[in-house]
């Protein structure tokens, strides 16, 4: 074709597929072979459905995957799922610990072995209300530290995602913590229970009164105080959400960080000159 061609007729052989060969692939480096050339752009109007992919105005990169899958947004686009999956599995973890502190925190309940079987050492006894309250303090500050630290370190990573990673990261950690405080010493306390003689005094571990997990057939429904991790990390990430002076909720530039500074001598003041 002669150079002076219009550059329609030119647009036309290049996605006509007369230059390029669907099967060809860039070699290393991003080098296409002269006979496997990749069509260019279209311009005009929008492809209609069902335009075939050999006509003008047709998609260009159909038929080469090799530019598909070098393409920027088909490795970028898995980063969210990963990252929140990876907040999720990252605070559920933490549970452990946090079920630790409770444990070592929160006191034993005094019980005492009769003839009938354990009961408890008092008659209103105020040790499983206060591991109810550690519990719900602990899990609930532990919400609201994680929705800040996610905020603070993934600034990036900002938006619904983030809050339903925390959220769901935050019920994780309760559910973790409570299965993991209350086993503390339950091996000891169910062996004295069953061979102590009566009249033994001992000390029963942590558990949750105010709080659970039912079972409706197969499906887990958490209850009571093992929400208020997921609540206090939903409701904190929702205020740094709303009082956050960007709208997309990630560091934005400012608009006057891009001008100069001033040069030295130089006044804004109406009628004064720059000094010499």
Not at 111 to 121: D, E, K, L, S
Not at 232 to 248: D, E, F, I, K, Q
């Amino acid at each position: 074709m002669s150079p002076d061609t219009p550059e329609p007729e030119r647009a036309r052989e290049r996605t006509d597929g007369t230059d390029a060969r669907p099967g060809d692939a860039p070699r290393p480096g991003g080098v296409w072979p002269e006979h496997a050339q990749p069509p260019g752009w279209p311009g005009g109007l929008p492809v209609p459905a069902g335009t075939p992919v050999t006509a003008p105005g047709a998609d260009p990169l159909a038929g080469y995957p090799g530019v598909v899958a070098e393409l920027p947004g088909a490795t970028r686009s898995r980063r969210p799922l990963l990252t929140a999956l990876g907040v999720v599995a990252l605070l559920t973890a933490l549970g452990a610990p946090l079920g630790l502190l409770w444990a070592w925190a929160a006191p034993a309940t005094p019980v005492r072995q009769t003839p009938a079987g354990t009961v408890y050492a008092t008659t209103q006894p105020e040790q499983p209300i206060a591991a109810d309250g550690w519990f719900s303090l602990l899990t609930l500050g532990f919400g609201v530290l994680a929705a800040i630290a996610l905020w603070v370190l993934l600034r990036r990573r900002r938006g619904p995602a983030g809050l339903v990673a925390v959220t769901l990261g935050g019920l994780g950690a309760a559910v973790v913590a409570w299965q993991v405080g209350r086993r503390i010493g339950l091996s000891t306390f169910q062996r004295l229970v069953e061979t102590a003689p009566p009249g033994t005094a001992f000390t029963k571990p942590v558990d949750l009164r105010a709080g659970g997990v039912d079972w409706y057939g197969p499906l887990p429904v958490p209850h009571g105080n093992l929400l208020l991790a997921a609540f206090g990390a939903a409701v904190t990430y929702t205020l740094l959400a709303g009082w956050s002076r960007w709208p997309s909720l990630r560091p934005e530039p400012e608009p006057d960080a891009a001008w100069p500074p001033p040069p030295p001598g130089f006044s804004s003041a109406p009628g004064d000159q720059p000094a010499r």
